[in-house]
């Protein structure tokens, strides 16, 4: 079971779910966070596996960190990149709270027409 | 086409990242980002009788949950008021009985928490459908953003490296 997320309004993305909305948006990072799921990773290891160059990595890797998905730990000499989930969470959040609102408002609507086109006018 | 997301975020935590990671990586920019939230219904109705029930204030309000106003014309403006609140409305399109789109946001920021929303008809025999999606404008601006730097990537610029 999952915690539940402190004070969150998940109807309104709020301005950290913003940041990871729009860092979420660009498919390289996508591929990046896909890749930290399954292990922690160093750039170069990511680089490796990716078409594009470490320096383009590292940029990508900043954007995640500012957004709370990923964080970097030292080992020595390497930097490893581990999946940091909670602001996951809450963007998850905020999909599961919207579609419940349009699984309603379809519901409702369904039942403002199904009742309403033989009496109208 | 149709995907619905109708898996709870439950259990660990980890384990619906893994997923959504996943699910993430096979999303292209062609499709829309990740973020998105959609549902589609069918409706016992043609799409003309749709389209006043999504532009008439009285009937809008009794189905979106909460006191609408909307003006159904590209740029117009509206209302919200439903249980989290009170929200601005801006109408993107309006296309009459085929597609509406708006975006709307908490009443007391800028914008800053803007979704959109994008509400299509489609004719189908005895009714309509109605597809719906819901997405974080941050997330369309990045993809936006996204795509124009690939055309550029297309057009020879080099981007990395």
């Known amino acids: ?121 | 086409m149709h995907n619905e997301h109708e898996d709870p975020p439950t259990e660990d935590p980890r384990t619906d990242l893994c997923k959504w990671a996943q699910a993430l990586s096979d999303t292209d920019l062609d499709g829309t980002p990740g973020t998105t939230v959609r549902r589609s219904a069918v409706l016992p109705a043609d799409p003309d009788r749709v389209w006043e029930a999504l532009t008439h204030d009285v009937e809008l309000s009794a189905w979106l949950g909460g006191a609408a106003h909307l003006d159904p014309r590209p740029d117009g403006a509206g209302s919200f008021v439903g249980p989290d609140g009170r929200r601005q409305v801006r109408v993107r399109r309006a296309e009459p009985s085929r597609r509406l789109t708006w975006r709307w946001w908490p009443h007391d920021d800028d914008g800053e928490g803007a979704s959109e929303v994008d509400l299509v008809l489609v004719p189908i025999p005895g009714g309509t459908r109605i597809d719906v999606t819901e997405t974080p404008v941050a997330a369309t601006a990045s993809v936006e953003w996204a795509l124009r730097l690939e055309t550029l990537a297309r057009v020879g610029v080099v981007l990395v490296g």
């Open chain 1, 1 to 121: 079971m999952s915690p539940p997320q402190p004070a969150q309004n998940p109807a309104h993305p709020t301005a950290s779910a913003d940041a990871v909305f729009a860092a979420l948006a660009d498919p390289t990072r996508r591929a990046v966070l896909s890749r930290l799921a399954s292990a922690p990773a160093t750039a170069t290891e990511l680089a490796a596996g990716l078409p594009i160059t470490r320096q383009a990595i590292a940029k990508h890797l900043a954007v995640l960190a500012d957004a709370g998905l990923v964080e970097a730990h030292r080992h020595g000499r390497e930097t490893r990149y581990h999946v940091t989930p909670e602001p996951l969470s809450a963007a998850m959040g905020w999909m599961v709270e919207v579609g419940a609102a349009w699984d309603r408002r379809l519901a409702r609507l369904h039942a403002l027409l199904d009742g309403g086109t033989a009496g109208e006018g």
